[in-house]
């Protein structure tokens, strides 16, 4: 029984063969329609969350499974102190496959160890986000081509941000990939995930102003400033707005460039640039629920 809960837990061909499928889904949708007839998927989600507990809901339902879940601590049990091995162990009664999201970095791992089902890491704390990273790689796959072969921009909160966490560490299997982090000196991406580039030999740059690299990226990774991982309300309210990405710093950019977000925005795109072709998150929440319906497949063993 395989778990999922870092992207590096697939090879690059494991991956391939994901996307293929999810690419698949997208085409013929008609034929996936029943093939998880009589299983269950449970969100189990102790962080709030919309794209990705409910694209893992709408992925179980195209394809004729069922879910059940909680989107709240405060609505399980863990509100009357149950821990995460025992939760899960009363899950694996319940449904065929989990995914959880979790604050406390590891918790997904800790039921995976206690499960009788695959669970599915939907993010732990700042650590690990790896179905978005399977998201952001279809995305740029499928509108790119190819992955590999670029430099990306990655803005915004570096620190806290477990999104570009996990595409990082997806990104450096593939060849000849460039990054240019965008962030505050106090928003900086971590120490641990600098050194494991240099060490790889990997080209990395930080810079502060995204207007310093704009005309050099051909993908940009937008982040929000996460908020709810800050110790004081004073850093954030400092730190939120030091980038907004609008009409005038996008005309710097390449033609071609796209610009994607994991969402939820705050305030670090501007709503004028919902319209600019570059601009493709909203695209990108889309291939989610083709990757995730292409997970659940790989991961409950369903061949079609
Ligand atoms: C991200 C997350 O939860 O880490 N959202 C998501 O899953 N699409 C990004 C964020 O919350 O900023």
Redesign the pocket.
């Known amino acids: 029984m395989r778990h999922l809960m870092n992207p590096l837990d697939f090879t690059v061909e494991e991956l391939e063969k994901l996307f293929d499928l999810a690419a698949d889904i997208e085409a013929n949708p008609a034929k996936y329609a029943h093939v998880c007839a009589g299983k269950k998927l449970a969100t189990c989600f102790y962080e709030p969350?919309t794209?990705?507990r409910l694209s893992f809901e709408a992925a179980m339902l195209n394809l004729g499974g069922q879910v059940l879940g909680f989107s709240d601590a405060a609505s399980s049990s863990a509100a009357k102190g149950e821990s995460v091995s025992d939760t899960i162990r009363i899950v694996s009664c319940y449904a065929d496959i989990c995914a959880m999201r979790h604050p406390k970095e590891g918790a997904p791992m800790v039921a995976a160890s206690r499960s009788r089902i695959p669970v599915i890491n939907a993010?732990d704390g700042g650590h690990q986000?790896p179905t978005?990273t399977l998201t952001d790689l279809l995305t740029i796959r499928s509108l790119k081509g190819k992955l590999g072969g670029f430099t990306i921009g990655l803005c915004g909160d570096l620190k806290f941000?477990?999104?570009v966490h996990s595409l990082i560490n997806a990104l450096i299997r593939y060849p000849d990939i460039h990054f240019i982090f965008i962030s505050p000196p106090e928003l900086k991406v971590p120490d641990y995930i600098t050194d494991m580039l240099t060490e790889k030999g990997i080209s990395y740059k930080e810079v502060i102003r995204l207007e310093d690299c704009m005309p050099d990226l051909d993908l940009l990774y937008m982040?929000?400033v996460?908020k709810e991982r800050f110790f004081n309300e004073e850093d954030y309210v400092r730190l939120k707005d030091f980038y907004i990405l609008d009409k005038d710093k996008l005309s710097a950019a390449k033609q071609d460039m796209l610009v994607l977000h994991?969402?939820?925005r705050v305030n670090e795109i501007s709503v004028e640039v919902d319209d600019d072709p570059r601009a493709v998150y909203f695209k990108q929440a889309q291939y989610g629920v083709y990757v995730r319906m292409a997970l659940i497949l790989t991961l409950l063993e369903i061949e079609v």
């Open positions: 969350s794209r990705t993010g986000h978005q941000g477990r999104t982040t929000r996460q994991p969402l939820p």
